[in-house]
Structures are given as C-alpha cells and as structure tokens.
T-cell receptor, first 112, second 111 residues
Framework: NAGVTQTPKFQVLKTGQSMTLQCAQD?????MSWYRQDPGMGLRLIHY???????DQGEVPNGYNVSRSTTEDFPLRLLSAAPSQTSVYFC???????????FGQGTRLTVV | QQPVQSPQAVILREGEDAVINCSSS?????VHWYRQKHGEAPVFLMI?????EQMRHEKISASFNEKKQQSSLYLTASQLSYSGTYFC????????????FGKGTTLSVSS
C-alpha cells in the first residue's frame, strides 16, 4: 500500500517554464488537495477536489491549474513558473469529512 | 481564512507540559491536528468534531469549543520525540471538503 505518491521529489525550473507535479493515491479517497509550504506561512491550500471531475480553488490558486480525471490522480500544473512559486508542494488525500489526511513526501521546487 | 495558532514557538525540557491554541473567526465543524518533523510530511494526530469531545493520542490530548471557535492541544510530560511543528487545520463547512491550516507552532524539546 503506497499511500500518496508525489513525483518528482526535486525540480529546478527556469522562469516562464511550465511543468506538472504528479500526485497519485491508492486508498480510494474522494478528497484530494494541493498545498504549498513556505517558511513562516504554514501550509496554504492551492486547489482541492472532492471527486473525479470536481475541483475548486483554495487560498492561493493563481498561477496553478488542476484537473481530476480519475479518483487516483490529481496533477498540479504550473503554467508559467515564477520565482515566487519556489516552495515545497504537498499533495494530500483523505476520506470524506472526518477522515485523516495522508500527505505525500513533497516536491521541492526552485524557480530561477 | 487561516486559523490563528499561538504561541508561535515553545521551548521545553523533557517532562514539561505545553498547550497550543488554535482559533478561527469563522464557524467550525471540525478541527484537525498534525505534526511535522523537519524535512518530512505532516502526520495526522487527531480530529475533533462538533460536540466538544476530547480526543487523545498517547500523551497528547485536545479539546474543541465550537462556540468559541477554538481548539487547544495539550502535550503532557513531553518527550524528545514531540519536537516538531504542530498545525491545526479547520474545516469551515460540514462536508469538510478542504482543510485550511494555521501557520504552525514549533515545539522544541530538549533533555
């Protein structure tokens, strides 16, 4: 049982490049979310999904797109990377309403 | 809107107690507590639902006062392994579709 798998673990991008951070879970959880973590800012919600085909914006959605075509996968797309998007990104999945959230191991992204 | 955590940092000796608070300006349906060690992903501690039920995880307990929109995490007889950053996450709707986390409280326990 792999849980939540994020790839890649590390990535360096040049300003203006685009890329997709991958997130997959094998627990059949309905809810999935993307967070970014910056020093002193905690975990900030970027986008979230309550099921296949349903996504919504979180606290800091600008510059990011998501889609949810299957229950298992929830990729995060950076459209045109900016230095302000340098951060550690976490994907999380959990069961409906009161479930424990399981986090992936994170992707450390640097935009130069 | 992020919940507000206090204090920002706590320094303890082994065996001492600590309280971490989490408050929100919005009505809450549940509060979720996580601990993150340096360089690792956050790990679930406990969930508190409306009704003020107190939960426990080892020597860590928590309370939830939905009228005051507050939760507190109580760490009793702290151990070295308790060091890390503690986050509270709040679910602002009954469906709990998304968790909004506070900025965290860093706990350092020394021997």
């Amino acid at each position: 049982n792999a849980g939540v798998t994020q790839t890649p673990k590390f990535q360096v991008l040049k300003t203006g490049q685009s890329m997709t951070l991958q997130c997959a879970q094998d627990m059949n959880h309905e809810y999935m979310s993307w967070y970014r973590q910056d020093p002193g800012m905690g975990l900030r919600l970027i986008h979230y999904s309550v099921g296949a085909g349903i996504t919504d914006q979180g606290e800091v959605p600008n510059g990011y797109n998501v889609s949810r075509s299957t229950t298992e996968d929830f990729p995060l797309r950076l459209l045109s990377a900016a230095p302000s998007q340098t951060s550690v990104y976490f994907c999380a999945s959990r069961e409906y309403r009161s479930g424990e959230a399981f986090f992936g191991q994170g992707t450390r992204l640097t935009v130069v | 809107q992020q919940p507000v955590q206090s204090p920002q940092a706590v320094i303890l000796r082994e065996g001492e107690d600590a309280v971490i608070n989490c408050s929100s300006s919005k009505a809450l349906y549940s509060v979720h507590w996580y601990r993150q060690k340096h360089g690792e992903a956050p790990v679930f501690l406990m969930i508190l639902l409306k009704g003020g039920e107190q939960m426990r995880h080892e020597k860590i307990s928590a309370s939830f006062n939905e009228k005051k929109q507050q939760s507190s995490l109580y760490l009793t007889a702290s151990q070295l392994s308790y060091s890390g950053t503690y986050f509270c996450g709040t679910a602002p709707n009954q469906a709990g579709t998304a968790l909004i986390f506070g900025k965290g409280t860093t706990l350092s326990v020394s021997s």
